[in-house]
């Protein structure tokens, strides 16, 4: 079946491989109003508009910063500030050369029938927010669903479910001229070992896929962000399992020290 073509055929092909430029990547500072909260609680600062402002300028205003970078994920709060001196942060960006991009899910809730499973939210009035989104400067979207392994995890209806969610995302924002990130992830936790993650991954991909296809979704203008496949957190191969011991900490929103890991890794 042939894929969706419409007016923003071209720009979504040329965007989508612009956010992939080599040595360039993505900044996320699309933390919601309660994540951004618990940040500045941390520095004894309060989660206010202009507080939540200042920290985004300092983002994307630090010397040299934007250089490496392609894309910038938005929270919508984000997209329509502005400096201290009253330029907008999306002109800051487009003249970096860095693309505004924004993320339109609304969370996720349980799948009923399921043990804990979930679905995404967001998919209501997606057209009409990625029109206004569109309008106010974004070129891309991310949408994040979440899948779990387990004893008899994921589902058959948590891997359609989320694929065709993912799916219809997709072509909702490629019908309003955003490049759609496709982000199926599957989470670390667990005891389950590498060829189990590599057996789930590759069958959410491959329905995701299909899902995809089945939608008439271009291909070519869109993004995946896939998990990495690694031994479950609670597996005594987890990577990180040596780190956690040696830091004392648990894993959750902690970002592990440089000279046990050898690289800096934050749990979100």
Same mark, same amino acid.
């Given at each position: ?47 206010? +508009? ?105 589902? +058959?209806?948590?891997? %359609? ?30 005891? %389950?070992?590498? %060829? ?5 991954? +590759? ?19 869109? &993004? ?15 990577? &990180? ?28």
């Amino acid at each position: 079946m042939s894929h969706f073509k419409g007016k923003y055929h071209d720009e979504l092909i040329a965007n989508a491989a612009y956010i992939g430029t080599p040595g360039k990547g993505i900044l996320a500072a699309d933390e919601s109003t309660g994540t951004i909260g618990k940040r500045l609680a941390s520095i004894s600062v309060e989660n206010i +508009e202009s507080n939540r402002r200042a920290l985004r300028e300092l983002l994307f205003t630090a010397p040299g910063v934007l250089q490496y970078l392609s894309g910038v994920i938005l929270f919508e709060e984000t997209l329509y500030q502005s400096t201290a001196a009253g330029k907008p942060f999306v002109n800051v960006l487009k003249e970096a050369g860095v693309l505004p991009g924004i993320k339109v899910d609304k969370g996720t809730v349980e799948l009923a029938g399921t043990n804990g499973e979930t679905t995404t939210q967001g998919l209501d009035g997606l057209g009409q927010r990625c029109a206004k989104y569109y309008e106010a400067g974004a070129r891309f979207a991310k949408w994040r669903a979440v899948l779990k392994i387990g004893p008899n995890e994921p589902s +058959e209806l948590s891997i %359609h479910e989320n694929a065709y969610g993912l799916a219809r995302y997709a072509v909702i924002c490629q019908e309003n001229g955003l490049v759609p990130i496709v982000e199926p992830e599957i989470l670390v936790d667990g005891p %389950h070992d590498i %060829h189990k993650c590599a057996a789930v991954t +590759e069958r959410v991909l491959a329905a995701c896929y299909k899902a995809l296809n089945d939608h008439h979704v271009l291909l070519e203008g869109t &993004l995946l962000k896939p998990n990495m496949v690694t031994p479950g957190s609670q597996s005594a191969k987890f990577p &990180l399992s040596g780190c956690r011991a040696h830091c004392q900490s648990p894993s959750e929103n902690r970002a592990c020290c440089s000279s046990c890991c050898r690289f800096l890794v934050w749990w979100q």
